[in-house]
């Protein structure tokens, strides 16, 4: 069974830190590793998806890695500021017969303050 | 841009009544997703549909919880008892096509609280 970790579960920084999120899971036979934005009480967004055979993706000031055979994916947010204050979760796709479940993790909760 | 969308957004109800949520996913989404969410822990899968049929149900309490999606558009998530456990939030999610490389798009949430 998948299981995903994320470490910290908490984080907190002054406005205009690079920081890093961390995301293990245990399972590396997967399709792709999401990460998704969700802020309080609301639902979830995507803002990046890694393919299982991509190393990283990039948007913004955002960078998401991937290192399957360790099982573990990094979340780098560039120059961090108040409005990225939120719950970072990331999702593992695993491979099965319903092509791919996904695996949540508890999620990371940023605050950066000004 | 399209969104999926929710409701209620909010429900209160006593133990042992009956509640509903309603979900209509974007427009040409063939897969749906119904996830829960404890406070201060990642979506559990519920439920899986992939047009009117459901593909994974492994987590869905079956005792108490029901899910349907008949015309494999909107789809309907039911509790009936509520126990004070189910207290969460339930997210419905929906991707274009059943593959591994479709981004899902969720909802707003609705926010349960038994009493």
């Known amino acids: 069974k998948q299981e995903v970790t994320q470490i910290p579960a908490a984080l907190s920084v002054p406005e205009g830190e690079n920081l890093v999120l961390n995301c293990s899971f245990t399972d590396s036979a997967i399709y792709n590793l999401q990460w998704f934005r969700q802020d309080p009480g609301k639902g979830l967004t995507s803002l990046l998806l890694?393919?299982?055979?991509?190393r990283e993706q990039t948007s913004g000031r955002l960078n998401a890695s991937l290192d399957k055979s360790s099982g573990r994916s990094t979340l780098y947010i560039a120059a961090s500021q108040p409005g990225d204050s939120a719950t970072y979760l990331c999702a593992v796709r695993t491979r099965n017969t319903n092509a791919g479940k996904s695996t949540f993790g508890d999620g990371t909760t940023l605050t950066v303050k000004p | 841009e399209a969104e999926v969308a929710q409701s209620p957004r909010y429900k209160i109800t006593e133990k042992s009544q009956a509640v509903a949520f309603w979900c209509d996913p974007i427009?040409?989404?063939?897969?749906l997703y119904w996830y829960r969410q404890i406070l201060g822990q990642g979506p559990e899968l519920l439920v899986q549909?992939?047009?009117?049929?459901?593909?994974?149900d492994s987590q869905l309490p079956k005792d108490r919880f029901s899910a349907e999606r008949l015309k494999g558009v909107d789809s309907t998530l039911k509790i009936q008892p509520a126990e004070l456990g189910d207290s969460a939030m339930y997210l419905c999610a929906s991707s274009r096509i059943r593959t591994s490389q479709e981004t899902q798009y969720f909802g707003p949430g609705t926010r349960l609280l038994v009493l």
């Open positions: 549909f992939q047009d009117e049929s459901v593909v994974d």
């Open positions: 427009s040409g989404h063939a897969t």
């Open positions: 890694i393919q299982s055979s991509q």
